[in-house]
């Protein structure tokens, strides 16, 4: 259980394009999840907290019209990557927040490599 | 302004031996702490963690150690087995308008040799 997946894993596009990340838990419902951006070598950076039928919350120095976030389901929250550029080029992994025994516990996508060239 | 710092980038231990990984934080709000251990291209997978109420937790091979006195926290393997080779993260909840957020570390890279 507690399985959440990424689409699509690997993703190259021009720049100037738009780019579309899934989060999708697959085996639980989660009304919070959380996007993360990991350069290489480096650790993982939150960037904006998305919580299913409200705004995402934006981290600072996250740009928010440039990193959409929709989280349009209790198990789907998307990334929209607008007008992306080469310094766009990262690993972005997604984590749903799942509520286990009056504790809540995230669990991590597989990520996305995204290249833009 | 790195909250959860983990300062050794790499550690590299006998098969069998025990390996030792260290993180720093310094927020005293944090409450919840993680290890994660994650493969190049992957996410992250939750390996043990610990509340600030208690000072060790076990599970297995892995054991967590607690020092909020000195804002420290470190991961024991023991033994350590080639299979363990991976980056290990760290990260810290804090609670109140916060809570659910991680903040990592850095990562540190551990390789165990056979």
């Known amino acids: 259980g507690a399985v959440v997946s990424q689409h699509p894993s690997r993703v190259i596009c021009k720049s100037g394009t738009s780019v579309k990340i899934e989060c999708r838990s697959l085996d639980f419902q989660a009304t919070t999840m959380f996007w993360y951006r990991q350069f290489p070598k480096q650790s993982l950076m939150l960037m904006a907290t998305?919580?299913?039928?409200?705004?995402?919350?934006?981290e600072q120095g996250v740009e928010k019209d440039k990193f959409l976030i929709n989280h349009a389901s209790l198990t789907l929250s998307t990334l929209t990557v607008t007008s992306a550029h080469p310094e766009d080029s990262s690993f972005y992994i997604c984590s749903a927040m799942e509520n286990r025994g009056g504790y809540n516990e995230q669990f991590f996508g597989p990520g996305t490599r995204l290249t833009v060239l | 302004d790195q909250q959860v710092k983990q300062n050794s980038p790499s550690l590299s231990v006998q098969e069998g031996r025990i390996s030792i990984l260290n993180c720093d934080y310094t927020n005293s709000m944090f409450d919840y702490f993680l290890w994660y251990k994650k493969y190049p291209a992957e996410g992250p997978t939750f390996l043990i963690s610990i509340s600030s109420i208690k000072d060790k937790n076990e599970d297995g091979r892995f054991t967590v150690f607690l020092n909020k006195s000195a804002k420290h926290l470190s991961l024991h393997i023991v033994p350590s087995q080639p299979g363990d080779s991976a980056v290990y993260f760290c990260?810290?909840?804090?609670?109140?308008?916060?809570?659910?957020?991680?903040?990592f570390g850095q990562g540190t890279i551990l390789t165990v040799h056979p």
């Open positions: 998305s919580n299913e039928g409200s705004k995402a919350t934006y």
């Open positions: 990260a810290a909840r804090a609670g109140g308008t916060s809570y659910g957020k991680l903040t």
